[in-house]
């Protein structure tokens, strides 16, 4: 497996930074989160809105007093790269991350001491299960005002970190986190939707969560090619106990039916009729079977 780090690509085993960078003492940096998928095609790998992905972190990079160092397209040649030298065939993630290298003492943001970091590893099933069961999070999202969710930064991950854990302890799955307010944020590390009367609700991005790709993928193909209503709204906490249908999405994720929210069944339970028709969908249009969503997926191979 190989790494990218400013410019050069190395073995995992020489991909290292410093114990005293600032991002691990403070954790100072932002990261992305791509996927890449094994086409129907042998052998070949399409990733999935790359170039949205790159300029996310951009954004998110440029929210933190940091850079990407190098432009836009060229960090998305060297994700493709740091697959083809890692010789992957299968379905991928990759980790982009823009860090604070400096090694000084004190936690301070500076752009001169980015540094971009890529790495890849295989995977299929981010929640190897048909339907989890979550709990809602004692933990409260943290505030858009204390760590903005929306640059994706390293260090807002200890609250999600706690979220989970909370959550194996108590035999779930998965936590879903309010906010301060009260109201639905997100899952750890996934967007919230629910399913009444066959319409399609989400928390908007200003409910101190990410301005999902995913989830505005997911928005679009329910909307413009299933035919499917979407409301934006905030969401209640017990909305969740009487949704007909609830699904958790991300990067990793991808569409995650929710079976139960704090013990009480979601509808019928498992997987519901609205959530199916759009976990098949994204599956097909990521694996570059549907030609009016192809600009989405970039091959590596070829």
């Known amino acids: 497996m190989v790494t990218y780090i400013d410019g050069r690509y190395v073995e995992d085993a020489d991909a290292t930074v410093s114990v005293r960078t600032r991002a691990l ?80 003492l004190s936690p301070v943001l500076r752009e001169q001491d980015s540094s971009l970091i890529i790495y890849s590893l295989p995977l299929q099933r981010y929640i190897d299960k048909e339907s989890i069961n979550v709990c809602v999070s004692s933990w409260r999202r943290t505030s858009d005002n204390s760590i903005p969710a929306r640059a994706k930064p390293t260090g807002i991950y200890l609250n999600s970190a706690l979220a989970r854990r909370e959550a194996f302890d108590n035999g779930f799955e998965e936590a879903i986190l309010l906010t301060e307010r009260g109201y639905v944020s997100e899952g750890s590390a996934e967007h919230v939707f629910m399913v009444r009367d066959g319409v399609l609700f989400s928390p908007p991005s200003t409910e101190d969560n990410l301005d999902g790709i995913t989830r505005r993928t997911l928005i679009e193909l329910a909307t413009k090619d299933l035919g499917f209503e979407f409301v934006e709204r905030p ?68």
Request: one cysteine or more; charged letters at 25%.
């Open 25 to 104: 003492n403070y954790g100072l940096g932002c990261f992305g989160g791509i996927r890449g998928y094994a086409s129907d095609e042998a052998g070949q790998v399409l990733v999935f809105r790359l170039e949205d992905h790159v300029r996310r972190l951009a954004r998110s990079a440029s929210m933190l007093f940091l850079k990407l160092p190098v432009a836009e397209r060229e960090a998305c040649d060297a994700i493709l790269e740091v697959i083809r030298r890692s010789q992957m065939h299968q379905d991928v993630y990759v980790r982009p991350m823009v860090i604070s290298a400096s090694t000084e």
């Open 235 to 302: 969401i209640a906490r017990t909305e969740l106990y009487v949704a007909d249908e609830l699904f958790l999405c991300g990067t990793g994720a991808e569409v995650t039916p929710v079976n139960s929210v704090d013990r009480r069944t979601v509808g019928e339970g498992g997987v519901g009729p609205i959530t199916a028709r759009l976990k098949a969908h994204f599956s097909d249009v990521v694996r570059g079977r549907v030609e009016h969503r192809r600009q989405w997926v970039t091959p590596v191979w070829g």
